[in-house]
């Protein structure tokens, strides 16, 4: 039976997106579900072997990408993204049986729940102190263990430890969602398609025009970059890595020359190329109108009057 690891504990949206994965046929029947501590922890387990995958979150349409897994994917040795997932994101207030939300004076959230949540906390409880919990499950976790009043969790959470809801399907945003992926040691990339997405890691050579190159070579061939981000090195001021999502797979013969122009002059890191959960930008163009061309014109035919 294949070990996944998760951002847990158990209760957590990442294992609700590790059970959509499974239900939809991604993994081959039942798994073995190992809790980790963060995304970086649950990445750790693939990369030291002790697990086959791990699903972790990457993107939240509310906050946008999830830094610690990014930051976790872009060093130590390569891992590849195979498959991805989108789940509604709302949250359930949970407490200890017999508290009212006018007894909350603390409450715990995980950061990126927090900032999804501001705004109801602000005007439903506004004198509530706001703690930092380690996941949406670890909120309600401590308020199971005393250590606070409520927590910004997951119903199913509040459920396993014993908790009432003290309010049902909180957001700030209405459709807000968070995209999940499966993560897994280098392997054969999956088969294209025709609605995928591929995303990489660039370390660009410091010098003037190196972002604007890099740019070019989507924007010249037609590919739709749909996520452009920055983060630190970490070594030292004025270094960056970007991480850019474009729309299509690596087979696509613009997607994979643009990959190769970019690597001959920077360092390209592969994060994968993966079935899309949801339909969003433009196809690359296609070359086979091109490459019947050029066979023609190589093989001494009259290439016509077009």
Not at 74 to 81: F, K
Request: aromatic fraction near 6%; hydrophobic fraction near 40%; include cysteine.
């Amino acid at each position: 039976m294949p070990r996944i690891a998760y951002f847990g504990p158990s209760g957590t949206f990442t294992e609700m997106a590790l059970a959509q994965f499974e239900s939809s046929g991604v993994l081959a029947g039942a798994v073995e579900r190992v809790a980790a501590s963060s995304p970086p922890a649950a990445l750790a387990l693939v990369r030291d072997g002790s697990v086959d995958g791990a699903v972790v979150p990457i993107e939240s349409s509310v906050e946008g990408p999830v830094r610690p897994t990014l930051d976790a994917l872009a060093v130590g040795e390569r891992l590849q993204i195979m498959a991805e997932t989108e789940l509604d994101v709302s949250f359930t207030i949970v407490g200890r049986p017999g508290t009212t939300l006018g007894d909350v004076r603390t409450i715990r959230a995980y950061p990126v729940a927090e900032a999804q949540v501001r705004e109801w906390i602000e005007s439903t409880l506004p004198d509530a102190a706001v703690e930092s919990a380690s996941s949406n499950a670890g909120a309600a976790e401590d308020v199971a263990a005393g250590r606070a009043d409520a927590g910004v969790s997951t119903a199913l959470a509040g459920e396993r430890l014993g908790l009432v809801a003290l309010a049902s399907d909180v957001a700030d945003f209405a459709g807000a969602r968070t995209r999940f992926v499966l993560v897994t040691r280098p392997a054969p990339v999956p088969p294209a398609t025709g609605s995928d997405r591929t995303s990489v890691v660039l370390q660009l050579n410091h010098e003037p025009g190196s972002l604007v190159g890099a740019m070019s070579e989507f924007a010249t061939r037609g590919i739709d970059l749909t996520r452009i981000e920055s983060r630190p090195t970490r070594i030292e001021f004025g270094t960056y890595r970007f991480y850019l999502d474009c729309t299509g797979h690596i087979e696509d013969s613009a997607v994979a020359e643009a990959l190769k122009a970019l690597h001959r002059k920077h360092t390209v890191r592969f994060l994968g190329s993966w079935p899309a959960a949801t339909d969003g930008g433009k196809r690359p163009p296609s070359d086979d109108e091109a490459n019947d061309w050029l066979q023609r014109i190589v093989a001494g035919e009259n290439e016509g009057t077009n």
